[in-house]
């Protein structure tokens, strides 16, 4: 008899910003495989279970997926309680829809468990709020990341339409991101924020224009990043502590 | 010396989808101000504290509104630990800039605890990714309450640019949702799921086309209700253990 695959979102990356449900069922993990993002925190909840790293951060191949895919599948026929652990929120841009369709191939029961999506963390980095009464009712979160056969909307169409909108895997192509939107019609006074390591120690927030995101690149941002984007990131609102003593080291 | 306010997401309805962040904060807070759809096992956590209820399910009005935002500086001025608690995210659609901007000219301290979105939650009782490889890699959030002096982009617009879409608060203007999605080009045979009570054990999820959206106020949705809208949803995929029971229960 099989067991059951918990699909879990690990949030933004401190670990307390994990939810309750996702800690409990850490704790009874009879095996978890996690992605490279994941806290080292957060997986020593699960201290009774068999953990495995199948995460990669950048240039994710199909057959790797593959891979993970059938791990989980066989992990669930020996084990009653699998956890699969992502970066964020499982159903944005972690590709589980692969994961959850070889499970229903192959019977297997599984649940999704929500975990906070990087660009809320960015945003409440920044102490502002992606809707905003008479200036945001609507909000994206997009990706200009393309892989083979990728089809959709392309993603500066839901930019432009959208008040507010936070781009994921993103800061590598901010040249061309800036080129593309203001190609498009963008206001080059747009207000940007790009926010590395949201909700992380190394948490640091980069205001801009979006005539001026190209030259992102030049800022050293190593670490995973969210470029927001919208008029609500005009006001310089009071950031988060550890943004303001970023900012402050970097005035001084 | 004024105290700190923590402006925290609740998360979509059930109190295992909080994040260990505001459960730590709730039971050090002196005082709650919390929103109605707050569960009450949530609220419990803040077993020391004062807990006043300050939400309006629907129809807020502004005074109201600049009135939570004065007793937020109030107490913030009597308390060390004060927690605005409200539901899913307070960053989307929680109107929390209005309460950000009255603590910074008050010069209080705030910080924003992200909270799990109800749209996350929703997509999560269906089992279906909000992206997915080929198919959809942007996502938009988005409600067509409107209110007084309110600007920004049209919702239909955004939609409408978005491969997938989550709709807060539409559920009573459904009908005329899809009047004005069809007649703005969307297809009839655009899936569609409207997810009741996410995350809580009267979880309701209803499949249908963009057609057939209009008649949704037939179904006697009485919670609140999250309208998803994508390919994504056309696949059959197994619904979370609620909702299964539900659709079983509707088809015997």
């Given at each position: 008899?099989?067991?059951?695959?918990?699909?879990v979102?690990?949030?933004?990356?401190?670990?307390?910003?994990?939810?309750?449900?996702?800690?409990?069922?850490?704790?009874?993990?009879?095996?978890?495989?996690?992605?490279?993002?994941?806290?080292?925190?957060?997986?020593?909840?699960?201290?009774?279970?068999?953990?495995?790293?199948?995460?990669?951060?950048?240039?994710?191949h199909?057959?790797?997926?593959?891979?993970?895919?059938?791990?989980?599948?066989?992990?669930?026929?020996?084990?009653?309680?699998?956890?699969?652990?992502?970066?964020?929120?499982?159903?944005?841009?972690?590709?589980?829809?692969?994961?959850?369709?070889?499970?229903?191939?192959?019977?297997?029961r599984?649940?999704?468990?929500?975990g906070?999506t990087?660009?809320?963390?960015?945003?409440?980095?920044?102490?502002t709020?992606?809707t905003?009464?008479?200036?945001?009712?609507?909000?994206a979160?997009?990706?200009?990341?393309?892989?083979?056969?990728?089809?959709?909307?392309?993603?500066?169409?839901t930019?432009?339409?959208?008040?507010?909108?936070?781009?994921y895997?993103?800061?590598?192509e901010?040249a061309?991101?800036?080129?593309?939107?203001?190609?498009?019609?963008?206001?080059?006074?747009?207000?940007?924020?790009?926010?590395?390591?949201?909700?992380?120690?190394?948490e640091?927030?980069?205001?801009?224009?979006?005539a001026?995101?190209?030259?992102?690149?030049?800022?050293?941002?190593?670490?995973?990043?969210i470029?927001?984007?919208?008029?609500?990131?005009?006001?310089?609102?009071?950031?988060?502590?550890?943004?303001?003593?970023?900012?402050?080291?970097?005035?001084?």
């Amino acid at each position: 008899m099989a067991g059951t695959v918990y699909l879990v979102g690990a949030g933004p990356g401190t670990p307390d910003l994990l939810t309750l449900r996702a800690a409990r069922l850490l704790k009874r993990a009879d095996i978890v495989f996690y992605d490279a993002l994941v806290h080292p925190d957060t997986l020593a909840l699960a201290d009774k279970s068999e953990k495995i790293a199948v995460g990669k951060r950048c240039g994710r191949h199909s057959t790797a997926q593959r891979f993970i895919n059938k791990r989980l599948v066989d992990a669930a026929q020996k084990h009653e309680l699998v956890v699969r652990l992502k970066g964020g929120d499982p159903l944005l841009f972690g590709r589980a829809q692969e994961e959850i369709d070889e499970l229903t191939a192959a019977g297997i029961r599984f649940e999704i468990v929500p975990g906070i999506t990087a660009a809320l963390a960015a945003s409440a980095a920044v102490g502002t709020s992606m809707t905003r009464r008479g200036l945001s009712r609507n909000v994206a979160f997009v990706t200009p990341r393309t892989g083979a056969g990728e089809e959709g909307h392309d993603w500066a169409q839901t930019v432009l339409a959208a008040d507010t909108c936070a781009i994921y895997m993103g800061v590598g192509e901010a040249a061309a991101i800036a080129v593309m939107l203001l190609a498009r019609g963008a206001s080059s006074d747009l207000p940007v924020v790009i926010v590395e390591n949201a909700s992380l120690p190394g948490e640091r927030c980069l205001r801009m224009r979006l005539a001026d995101l190209g030259s992102a690149a030049a800022s050293g941002i190593t670490g995973p990043a969210i470029i927001l984007i919208g008029e609500v990131y005009a006001q310089a609102s009071p950031a988060s502590t550890a943004c303001k003593l970023a900012e402050r080291a970097r005035a001084a």
